[in-house]
């Protein structure tokens, strides 16, 4: 089954993705970026640690498992973020 078939017709997130890094280079305008793979990184990982935590009402445990990593690696990345 298809990403399309399994979300219906929202178009899956690696094109929201695509999207804005294809934004964040063109705003670039022509400066050179440095580190990009980690800014990409910490740009998906900060919300998307919030969100997952919000729906599982803070819990870490469960937010650990809903995002397949174990739970002292979201800790660690939480501390390092500053959202501990």
């Known amino acids: 089954m298809g990403t399309q078939a399994r979300s219906g017709t929202r178009p899956p997130l690696r094109?929201?993705?695509a999207t804005s890094v294809r934004r964040y280079l063109r705003d670039l305008d022509g400066s050179d970026a440095n580190d990009l793979y980690e800014i990409a990184l910490r740009e998906l990982e900060i919300p998307l640690f919030a969100e997952v935590l919000g729906h599982c009402d803070g819990?870490?445990?469960?937010a650990a498992a809903m995002l397949g990593?174990?739970?002292a690696t979201?800790?660690?990345k939480l501390?390092?973020?500053?959202?501990?």
Do not use: C, F, P, T
């Open 59 to 62: 819990n870490q445990s469960r």
């Open 79 to 84: 501390k390092d973020y500053g959202m501990a």
């Open 15 to 17: 094109e929201h993705v």
């Open 69 to 71: 990593i174990h739970r």
């Open 74 to 76: 979201l800790r660690r």
